[in-house]
T-cell receptor
């Protein structure tokens, strides 16, 4: 059974710092991996999607990497800003669910960027 | 099309009452998903539609839960005889097939249910 874990559960950094959020998954048979952002009381916004054949994806100050064989992904945020404060969720689409699109989520990392 | 819409945003109900939530997906998305998220946890899959057909249901979806997607457009999620354990954020999402070039998962803002 696929399990997704995110460490740490919470992180507080001063503005301007570069930071890394971690995601690990137990079964390497994944179709893709996505990172989402969730603001308090709101829905999820897709940030980056990495296909299983890819190693990384970049969007602005965000860079996500994927190491399928070791079951790990990282989300790198450069030059953090207070507006980056949110919960970041990692989700995998297992190979066996590639037809359904059913995602398995981690618990999330809640990031606070202090001015 | 402005994205996935969910209604209501918040619902407070007394234990034992029935509630119904609505989700309007992105019009060209044939796949629609319902997830449930409790405080401090990631979303958990509840059920999935491809067009009007409900193709998969999680074991989390007890007999008190029913979901429909008539005509493959909007979807409703009904919870009968609500219990305090049903308190959660109910998230709807829609997508195109994962194999396609335009695959993308779009979530709505969710319906926050509080059972008192």
């Amino acid at each position: 059974k696929q399990e997704v874990t995110q460490i740490p559960a919470a992180l507080s950094v001063p503005e301007g710092e570069n930071l890394v959020l971690n995601c690990s998954f137990t079964d390497s048979a994944i179709y893709n991996l996505q990172w989402f952002r969730q603001d308090p009381g709101k829905g999820l916004t897709s940030l980056l999607l990495i296909q299983s054949s890819q190693r990384e994806q970049t969007s602005g100050r965000l860079n996500a990497s994927l190491d399928k064989s070791s079951g790990r992904s990282t989300l790198y945020i450069a030059a953090s800003q207070p507006g980056d404060s949110a919960t970041y969720l990692c989700a995998v689409l297992p190979d066996g669910s590639s037809n359904t699109g059913k995602l398995i989520f981690g618990q999330g990392t809640t990031l606070q960027v202090k001015p | 099309d402005t994205g996935v819409s969910q209604d209501p945003r918040h619902k407070i109900t007394k234990r034992g009452q029935n509630v119904t939530f609505r989700c309007d997906p992105i019009s060209e998305h044939n796949r629609l998903y319902w997830y449930r998220q409790t405080l401090g946890q990631g979303p958990e899959f509840l059920t999935y539609f491809q067009n009007e057909a409900q193709l998969e249901k999680s074991r989390l979806l007890s007999d008190r839960f029913s979901a429909e997607r008539p005509k493959g457009s909007f979807s409703t999620l009904e919870i009968q005889r609500t219990e305090q354990g049903d308190s959660a954020m109910y998230l709807c999402a829609s997508s195109l097939p994962p194999q396609g070039a335009n695959y993308g998962y779009t979530f709505g803002s969710g319906t926050r249910l509080t059972v008192v």
